[in-house]
């Protein structure tokens, strides 16, 4: 199976939904680890890396600042963690943080366009995407 997902296809309503619901379900998640850990101080070992489903895979990286970074992908992708660390380190720290308009406490999505090129090449060039 090919994991060929277009972004065009969603609406705009359909992507802030989606987005929406993963946030919910990576928060429900990682709740649960937090309560299914045996000691509290396992708690802060505990961390959401992969979940699967019978259609694809959700691979996910928190950062020590509460960053999130979430990719989807077939189920025969191989573990992509290499890849959110090079997304968070090499880019978004490189093209976001660095960028002296940037504010950190703004929630809105980032609208860098040089990051968001930079993101979509990157992940292009994975042999997980072709």
């Known amino acids: 199976m090919k994991w060929s997902r277009s972004s065009d296809a969603l609406t705009l309503s359909d992507a802030e939904e989606e ?14 680890l937090r309560k299914m850990a045996p000691t509290a101080s396992s708690v802060q070992s505990q961390s959401l890396k992969i979940f699967k489903t019978d259609t694809y895979t959700c691979h996910h990286m928190e950062t020590a600042s509460g960053l999130r970074f979430i990719l989807t992908s077939d189920n025969n992708a191989a573990d992509l963690h290499d890849v959110l660390q090079h997304l ?43």
């Open 88 to 130: 968070y380190s090499n880019l978004y720290v490189e093209l976001v943080t660095k960028n002296p308009v940037y504010d950190a406490r703004s929630t809105k999505p980032i609208t860098c366009k040089l990051f968001r090129s930079s993101v979509r090449q990157y992940i292009e060039s994975l042999p997980a995407f072709k």
């Open 19 to 32: 987005k929406r619901l993963m946030f919910g379900l990576i928060f429900s998640l990682k709740e649960f």
